[in-house]
């Protein structure tokens, strides 16, 4: 007879993106997992296969969870720059205080794993920054529209630096940044995109 799942696949990935994100998934080993999900070895590789599959599952359940619906509402946001500066103000209070202070970033820590190698995790890693870099754009395009930023700002390029901004808040505040350093880092480089520029 097949083996009757008596557990919800959904709740269970829960918990490994939680453990991932607050422990790292390179230094997380498979009993770590079957503890804190308090499944079986063979349930878990059943369900999800390896530990690098688990991972790259874990990785598209906080994509689609956590990431998207933030930079979907950038993107749609009509008031420009400060929807910019928004998004990194909630960043900052996010990574700094709360439930998930100082876990970074599932997607960005995993940039700076061994795992980022494995092909199926380059690949949410890179539809990760795509869709925060589109966002980024978006948002770039309203505030041009709004005639917030400057007439010469390349925008493919200043949404690439806002996209890099976000990693280095997500790097610095696992690290212990204090959110009013990462703050003043932000408006600099949003005040850089506003200055116009003596001749």
């Known amino acids: ?7 919800d696949p959904d709740v269970a990935l829960d918990q490994v993106v939680r453990l991932f994100w607050e422990c790292g998934a390179d230094v997380t080993g498979i009993a770590e997992v079957v503890q804190a999900t308090g499944l079986s ?11 690098e599959r688990l991972q790259a ?18 993107a749609t946001d009509e ?3 400060p929807a910019i500066t928004g998004f ?15 876990w970074g970033c599932l997607v960005t820590n995993t940039h700076t794993s061994a795992a980022r190698e494995i092909p199926e995790i380059q690949q949410v890693l890179d539809a990760h920054h ?3 870099r589109a966002a980024m754009h978006a948002a770039l395009e309203t505030a041009r ?3 917030q930023v400057r007439p010469d700002l390349d925008l493919e390029a200043g949404a690439e630096t806002l996209a890099l901004l976000a990693y280095g808040v997500n790097l610095r505040s696992r690290a212990g940044a204090e959110a ?3 703050l003043a880092g932000m408006r600099a480089v949003l005040d850089g995109f506003t200055r116009t520029e003596e001749r």
């Open 145 to 147: 529209e709004r005639g």
């Open 79 to 81: 008031r420009g720059l």
């Open 88 to 102: 990194f103000e909630r960043l900052v209070a996010a990574r700094c205080t709360g439930e998930h202070a100082r």
């Open 130 to 132: 795509t869709a925060l």
């Open 41 to 51: 070895r063979s349930s878990l590789y059943a369900t999800f296969g390896g530990k």
């Open 57 to 74: 599952a874990a990785l598209r359940r906080y994509l689609e969870r956590q990431s998207r619906p933030v930079f979907d509402a950038l």
């Open 1 to 7: 007879m097949p083996d009757v799942k008596h557990f």
């Open 180 to 182: 009013a350093d990462l």
